[in-house]
């Protein structure tokens, strides 16, 4: 199992890399996203915990959709997994629409709708863009407003579902006790509507796919088209 | 003639099937049966709300709540072991202490739970 968004002291969160770990190892997870923000400047290498994968997580939060182009070109070769900040209509779209994109946040963040239509859903699905169930939205909000949540999250699922595009189950979690394991998150998806199975693909098999697919082009084993299947002239 | 105080219990056959949740409350402080209890309420009343709940019969069982090890079984419905799952999810804070409530598993039988679950060493941090 994996949780692609996980944020500790390097960005938003309260708890150091290694409390973090400690945490998910304890709760069964596999790897945990190590989310960093990124505004131009470089990112520093992650600190190695044993027993757990820490996956380099960038998340790029542009004010436009010029901005969005320009930061996950500049970021692409520096992040395992690259992300965008959602909640803005014309970021979420524009998101959608690029394939440097890994992952979109929270797209229904902030907002009374679900900040995605059929033609953001049918981009994502071209583009292989996974759309983010956030479960730190849930865990935070309360009453009317979780209701709000709860219902743009339906909504998203839905699309997704239809136009065949890729969800990602992450905790979003800021400490460690925001930490959930995997089959957890996969719970709360399957009760949004997606069937069970694959429920708990959207945070074990779709997240390392995607992992070992980034990590492959990042040491120049794959390409557009073209993948390196047998790499016995490397070992010789 | 004798004067029946309580319905009898219903036979096997008649009961609603159940399954049973082992969990384990990780926190930096101890929590008790109480607490736990009152927390799972809340959470249950307002994730599923008043009309759901009792469909999921969720049932806590006291004497298998282990305070030292901070482990219990939970009692649910066949087709709300989901509903149970994010409801505990959604606990993450029991009389001001931070917790984590992880699923250890799920089974069929409280014996099975028992053995498989509550029998093992405790996992610390």
């Not at chain 1, 963040?109 to 994502?124: I, Y």
């Not at chain 2, 399954?19 to 249950?44: G, P, Q």
């Not at chain 2, 994730?47 to 090890?69: C, H, M, R, Y």
């Not at chain 2, 989901?82 to 001001?96: A, F, K, Y």
Request: glycine share 6%; hydrophobic share 40%; aromatic share 6%.
């Amino acid at each position: 199992m994996y949780d692609l968004h996980v944020h500790t002291n390097l960005s938003i969160g309260e708890d150091p890399v290694q409390n973090v770990a400690e945490m998910a190892k304890r709760l069964g997870i596999k790897g945990i996203g190590i989310a960093r923000y990124y505004s131009g400047t470089a990112i520093g290498e992650l600190p190695g915990v044993e027993g757990i994968d820490l996956i380099n997580c960038v998340i790029i939060k542009p004010s436009n959709v010029n901005e969005l182009a320009e930061l996950s070109r500049k970021a692409r070769n520096k992040a395992e997994i690259l992300m965008v900040h959602g909640g803005n209509y014309e970021i979420n779209r524009a998101a959608c629409e690029n394939s440097m994109i890994d992952v979109l946040c929270h797209p229904e963040l902030g907002r009374r709708d679900s900040g995605l239509d059929h033609v953001c859903a049918r981009a994502a699905a071209d583009n292989e863009v996974a759309l983010e169930i956030n479960f730190r939205e849930i865990l935070e909000s309360y009453r009317r407003h979780r209701t709000y949540v709860l219902s743009s999250m339906m909504k998203n699922i839905k699309l997704a579902s239809k136009y065949g595009a890729n969800i990602v189950t992450a905790s979003g979690a800021v400490s460690r006790w925001g930490l959930r394991s995997g089959r957890e998150l996969a719970s709360i998806t399957n009760l949004l509507g997606l069937n069970l199975g694959d429920a708990i693909a959207t945070s074990s098999t779709i997240p390392e796919e995607m992992i070992t697919k980034n990590r492959n082009k990042l040491a120049n084993k794959e390409w557009l088209g073209v993948k390196i299947v047998d790499d016995r002239d490397d070992k010789a | 003639m004798i004067v029946m105080t309580k319905p009898k219990i219903l036979p096997p056959s008649m009961r609603s099937s159940k399954r049973y949740l082992a969990f384990e409350i990780i926190s930096d402080a101890t929590i008790t049966y109480n607490d736990f209890v009152n927390a799972v309420w809340n959470s249950m009343l307002t994730f599923l709300g008043e009309f759901t709940t009792p469909q999921a019969k969720v049932w806590v069982i006291q004497n298998l709540f282990d305070e030292k090890s901070q482990r219990g079984i939970i009692k649910c419905g066949t087709n709300y072991v989901e509903h149970t799952r994010v409801v505990l999810s959604l606990i993450n804070m029991i009389e001001e202490k931070k917790v984590i409530i992880k699923i250890l598993g799920v089974t069929g039988t409280i014996k099975s739970a028992k053995n498989k679950y509550l029998a093992g060493e405790v996992n610390e941090l």
